[in-house]
């Protein structure tokens, strides 16, 4: 069963920005690409950095540690030294919030 979890207002997360939530006692990372929020995992596949210290590259997020890649709309791994992806989470915009669905 899935629930939606209130996460922040989204003037929390200010457009091409990202930030690190506990939402249910998962730790998130949740983007503003062009007004368009997504949420990712925030802890690196690779070596457990997050992913919200790092560094929006396009739609891509730059790890803070080693520098893989993963793409901020599927959680997919593009680049080395991360082999995994990280869980993408579905979000919603409502009453000016955002909610993660997990
Ligand atoms: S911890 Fe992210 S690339 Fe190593």
């Known amino acids: 069963m899935t629930n939606a979890f209130e996460v922040a207002a989204i003037a929390a997360v200010p457009d091409n920005s990202?930030?690190?939530?506990?939402?249910?006692?998962?730790?998130?990372?949740?983007?503003?690409?062009?007004?368009?929020?997504?949420?990712?995992?925030?802890?690196?596949?690779?070596?457990?950095?997050?992913?919200?210290?790092g560094e929006i590259i396009g739609s891509q997020v730059e790890c803070p540690m080693h520098g893989a890649r993963f793409d901020i709309t599927t959680g997919r791994n593009l680049t080395l030294p991360a082999v995994v992806p990280v869980k993408k989470y579905e979000v919603k915009v409502e009453g000016g919030k955002i909610w993660v669905v997990m």
């Open 18 to 53: 990202m930030k690190a939530f506990v939402v249910n006692g998962e730790k998130i990372a949740v983007f503003n690409l062009g007004g368009k929020f997504y949420a990712i995992a925030d802890t690196c596949s690779h070596d457990e950095a997050s992913l919200a210290e």
